[in-house]
């Protein structure tokens, strides 16, 4: 099935055939027609299943249409999102379609950790706003920006906005937006949370489920390999020289450990850099750039990178300490595994995770081989 079949304009499907996308994913196929028939939607499904632009399509479409005029600061579609990270690719994605298109549309992301007196300047005359809802409630109270004319809402990994503890900014966000707008609530689960601001947000929604979570797994080459806490240093160096990884992402448990890995690894000759909440947001944006562009061989990060990053074709993930929730680790290696392509990710169990990863196992409904480890003091 054609993009232009969904309704999509040619100009935009140009775009997409020149970043070799040319059929649409199966969330996109219901989305797109849902979007442009003007009704509410709750999409679940997992992160890397094309949901990005099953928004930002038929939203172009829609605002490629109305040429009215609007007041300046009034924007006409706002997209939440739970991280900088995200914010940041959500935006690079309608840039990017907005560019390409030649569309007179003006985005713009805003979030916290950056100053906020050049995001105000940034202001003007945008029609498309990408936000974290703190940042957004600071913007609108220093009347930088104004929600009345609001003629769209976006959530996008609405999940982890309300784990994130964002309740009380939504339930703020949602009393200044205007009764009679369009509402797209995305998630990767169906739990209590959404369902309750599924009922608060949405007008007879059209409920879209993608099922790709065992598609996606099953796209990726998994290994543990069974190694005493003191060891997995060395095995992590002899694995990306014996592999002869390129393009690595590496997580850790905490911050500092993060940190001391990289340590380690530009001891041994191997360029490393780590990516965490403590990194400034410009750091951070550098780092994620220079990784995907395949500049920098290792990234090393927590869980801030598990979810809603994109990195097209990344070849390996290794989980360096496994992390609370088995949801998490789903997350973690779906990193790879992206696009119809092969991924490899590999997990280091110490003794003392053999039990958790048990756990893992299970929510996965899938055994991971289990490979005995010598010793690795040479790497």
């Given amino acids: 099935m054609p993009f232009t079949s969904l309704g999509i304009s040619e100009s935009l499907c140009a775009v997409l055939k020149r970043d070799q996308i040319t059929a649409p994913y199966p969330v996109q196929e219901e989305v797109i027609p849902a979007v442009l028939g003007k009704r509410d939607v709750l999409g679940i499904a997992q992160t890397g299943s094309g949901k990005t632009l099953s928004y930002v399509l038929p939203i172009l479409m829609q605002l490629q249409k109305k040429k009215k005029s609007m007041e300046n600061r009034h924007i006409q579609v706002l997209v939440m ?8 690719q959500v935006h690079s994605v309608f840039s990017t379609y907005i560019h390409e298109a030649g569309l007179p549309i003006k985005t713009l992301a805003v979030f916290g950790g950056a100053s906020i007196n050049p995001q105000m300047m940034a202001m003007q005359n945008v029609r498309i706003l990408v936000a974290t809802p ?7 109270s220093l009347h930088a920006v104004h929600l009345s004319s609001l003629e769209m809402v976006v959530l996008d990994e609405a ?3 309300l784990t994130a503890g964002f309740e009380k900014e939504m339930d703020q966000i949602f009393a200044l937006l ?3 707008r369009q509402n797209l609530l995305f998630s990767a689960t169906l739990n209590d949370q959404i369902q309750a601001l599924e009922k608060v947000l949405l007008h007879d929604p059209l409920v879209i489920k993608i099922e790709e979570e065992s598609a996606t797994l099953d796209l990726i080459r998994q290994s543990a390999y069974c190694v005493s806490e003191e060891q997995k240093g060395p095995l992590l160096r002899y694995l990306i020289k014996s592999k002869d990884m390129q393009q690595v992402l590496v997580f850790t448990s905490s911050v500092a450990r993060a940190d001391r890995v990289v ?3 530009l001891k041994n000759g191997i360029e490393a850099r780590s990516i965490h909440s403590r990194k400034t947001q410009g750091a951070r944006t550098e780092l994620l750039r220079d990784f995907k562009q395949g500049y920098l061989r290792v990234l090393v990060t927590t869980d801030l990178l598990s979810r809603g990053i994109d990195i097209e074709f990344l070849p390996f993930v290794i989980n360096y300490e496994l992390p609370r929730s088995p949801i998490n680790f789903i997350h973690r290696i779906g990193r790879t595994g992206r696009a119809g392509r092969f991924g490899e990710a590999i997990t280091l169990v110490s003794p003392s995770e053999e039990a958790h990863f048990k756990v893992i196992e299970k929510k996965m409904k899938k055994k991971v081989p289990r490979i005995a480890c010598e010793q690795f003091e040479r790497c």
């Fill in 263 to 265: 340590d380690k690894l």
């Fill in 134 to 140: 703190g940042r957004l409630l600071e913007l609108v």
């Fill in 159 to 161: 999940d982890k906005m």
């Fill in 178 to 180: 205007p009764k009679h």
């Fill in 81 to 88: 999102v739970p991280t900088r990270e995200l914010a940041a």
